[in-house]
């Protein structure tokens, strides 16, 4: 891969990769709700559930759209279902530390998403779908064989990572700000909204 692709290449990882979009969004109501540390599998989760999709498709999977076009459509929609059931899960999320008067059924409900969980939802994930296919379609060359196809995978998890960590970070940071049971509950219903609303622009051309 000539140098001047690679940083284009690494350029579209890292806008592709920091933008709001369903991973952010998820790792930033995470942060707030549960710490930055708590939120580590979860961040874990998205960077290596991506790479692997990443590798999947630059290994041939990408040719299963070609071939049957409504697959494409169908892995949009049940994308779009899961993330209305976290933007619930959202909404109804608390502190994870509040099991205090009563609340403690409630407090052992809400749990930050698993590494499992999270690497498993980017097979799902609309978003994740256009940038592994972007990345194919513009930058890597069809017969560039294994080994390119595994760079740019390597590539953009090293970039990935610390790109949503930044959403899950912040998140932590204002932690202390949203302390009060009414602000934290209005922080995760617009956390769920704009979860919500993302799915538009992914969903337009379904």
């Known amino acids: 891969m000539p140098v001047d692709t690679l940083m284009a290449f690494a350029l579209f990882a890292l806008v592709s990769s920091i933008t709001p979009?369903?991973?952010?969004?998820?790792?930033?109501a995470s942060g707030v709700n549960f710490g930055f540390r708590a939120t580590l599998p979860h961040m874990l989760g998205i960077s290596i559930g991506f790479m692997i999709l990443v590798l999947a498709?630059?290994?041939?999977?990408?040719?299963?759209?070609?071939?049957?076009?409504?697959?494409y459509a169908v892995l949009k929609w049940a994308g779009a279902a899961y993330l209305l059931y976290l933007a619930w899960n959202i909404a109804n999320a608390?502190?994870?530390?509040?099991?205090?008067a009563g609340k403690a059924e409630k407090a052992e409900q809400a749990r930050p998403m698993s590494f499992m969980s999270a690497a498993a939802f980017q097979w799902v994930n609309p978003k994740a779908w256009v940038m592994a296919l972007?990345?194919?379609?513009?930058?890597?060359?069809a017969t560039g064989g294994f080994l390119i196809v595994a760079l740019a995978a390597g590539i953009f998890a090293a970039i990935n990572l610390p790109s949503v960590g930044m959403w899950a970070l912040f998140g932590a940071r204002v932690r202390h700000l949203l302390k009060v049971e009414r602000n934290l509950r209005i922080f995760n219903y617009g956390m769920?909204?704009?979860?919500?609303?993302?799915?538009?622009?992914?969903?337009?051309?379904?």
Do not use: C, H, Q, R
């Not at 979009?21 to 930033?28: I, T």
């Not at 498709?57 to 697959?71: E, K, M, N, Q, S």
């Not at 704009?194 to 051309?205: G, N, Q, R």
């Open 21 to 28: 979009g369903p991973n952010n969004l998820m790792l930033l």
């Open 57 to 71: 498709v630059g290994t041939g999977l990408a040719g299963l759209f070609t071939t049957f076009p409504w697959l």
């Open 94 to 100: 608390g502190p994870l530390e509040d099991k205090a």
């Open 134 to 141: 972007g990345a194919f379609s513009t930058y890597i060359p």
């Open 192 to 206: 769920a909204l704009l979860l919500v609303l993302s799915l538009y622009p992914m969903l337009a051309t379904a």
